[in-house]
């Protein structure tokens, strides 16, 4: 079944705590990106990657570190999270590198930093 | 800059209603792509429709219908006869064709259909 996993799906961690939440794709697709959803915000870009080891920044990088060594995996790392890094993460990928492709979601990861 | 506005943060119909909802967007782009997603409260994310900037052809799939505008920048969305089952928040996507892969949404609006 083509699809986007992550994990963890659920969370719970103290400030200063460095996590990893991965995410992983089996469509082979060359695009993937890591958004934020918050009340009243929708969702945010966080990084994206074009290919491998090429990935840049989206709108609120900040506090957020990726990176793509393999075509299917695309982990994003908080080195210290904060509170405000509480919220919904969505990983997603789509295939080839124009915009015009439909993005296919992972099932999301909801964070609480305490 | 990009910028996609969904105005209604909140909209309530009982079943059979038709009901549409807004999506404005500002690019300086003249290729760009449009996207509307759907998040059921199960939680993920579904793609619903594309639509390219040069296709400004209205599409129906069923009961739902999307009317593009460059005029009014606009791409809005229409559930006819809505159902229970169309309760979920719906999300707005542009993304341009150059400078860079970004994409943004807009900040959603939660459907809810009474019985």
């Known amino acids: 079944e083509a699809q986007v996993t992550q994990n963890p799906r659920y969370l719970i961690t103290v400030t200063g705590k460095k996590l990893t939440v991965t995410c992983s794709q089996n469509m082979n697709h060359e695009y993937m990106s890591w958004y934020r959803q918050d009340p009243g915000l929708g969702l945010r870009q966080i990084y994206y990657s074009m290919n491998v080891e090429v990935t840049d920044k989206g709108d609120v990088p900040e506090g957020y570190k990726v990176s793509r060594k393999e075509k299917r995996n695309f982990p994003l790392i908080l080195e210290s999270p904060s509170p405000n890094q509480t919220s919904l993460y969505f990983c997603?990928?789509?295939f080839g590198t124009g915009s015009y492709n439909e993005q296919f979601f992972g099932p999301g990861t909801r964070l609480t930093v305490l | 800059a990009q910028k996609v506005t969904q105005a209604q943060t909140e909209i309530s119909v009982v079943e059979k209603e038709d009901v549409t909802l807004d999506c404005v967007y500002e690019?300086?782009?003249?290729?760009?792509?449009l996207f509307w997603y759907k998040q059921p409260p199960s939680g993920e994310l579904v793609f619903l429709i594309r639509?390219?900037?040069?296709?400004?052809q209205n599409e129906i799939s069923g009961r739902y219908s999307w009317n593009f505008q460059k005029s009014t920048s606009s791409f809005n969305f229409t559930i006819t006869a809505s159902q229970v089952v169309d309760s979920a928040v719906y999300f707005c996507a542009l993304s341009e064709a150059a400078g860079g892969f970004k994409t943004i949404f807009g900040a959603g609006t939660r459907l809810f259909v009474k019985a």
């Open positions: 997603a990928s789509r």
């Open positions: 690019t300086r782009d003249t290729t760009y792509y």
């Open positions: 639509r390219n900037s040069f296709d400004e």
